[in-house]
C-alpha cells in the first residue's frame, strides 16, 4: 500500500505543478480545477484509509479514491484532447494514474473477500 500512496503523492505532485503553470499562462478553465480536485483526492482518501477505524470504512475510503482515479484518468484524456497535455506527459501521468487505480482496485476486492 505504500508504494501506491507513494504513486498518488506523486500524481499530486505533478498536477499540482501542472495546474500553476497553467495558472501563470491563465489556462484557467473548469477542466483544470476538477482534474486539480479528481488527482489530489486520490491520495488523501488513501491516506484517511490508513487510519480507518473497521475494514468497511478502509473499503469505504479506497473506493472513493478509486473513483477519483478513474475520474482522473477523463480528465487527463480531455488535457490531451484540448492540447494542455502533449503527449509524453500523457503518457506519463496515464501510466501513473492506471498504476495507482490498479492497485486501489487490487487492494479492495482482496478485502471483501
Known amino acids: 500500500m505504500q508504494r501506491l500512496i507513494t504513486d498518488a503523492v506523486k500524481l499530486s505532485h505533478e498536477s499540482a505543478l501542472l495546474c500553476e503553470k497553467w495558472r501563470k499562462e491563465k489556462k484557467l478553465s473548469p477542466i483544470v480545477n476538477q482534474f486539480y480536485r479528481s488527482s489530489n483526492s486520490i ?15 478502509k473499503i469505504h475510503k479506497l473506493s472513493i479514491a478509486l473513483k477519483e482515479s478513474r475520474e482522473t484518468s477523463g480528465w487527463i484524456n480531455t488535457l490531451r484532447t484540448i492540447n494542455y ?8 501521468l496515464s501510466k501513473l494514474n492506471s ?6 482496485y487490487f487492494i479492495i476486492k482482496s478485502m471483501k473477500k
Open 85 to 92: 497535455l502533449n503527449e509524453e506527459k500523457h503518457l506519463q
Open 43 to 57: 491520495s488523501a482518501n488513501m491516506l484517511e484509509a490508513t487510519a480507518a477505524e473497521s475494514a468497511k470504512d
Open 99 to 104: 498504476r495507482v487505480g490498479a492497485g486501489l
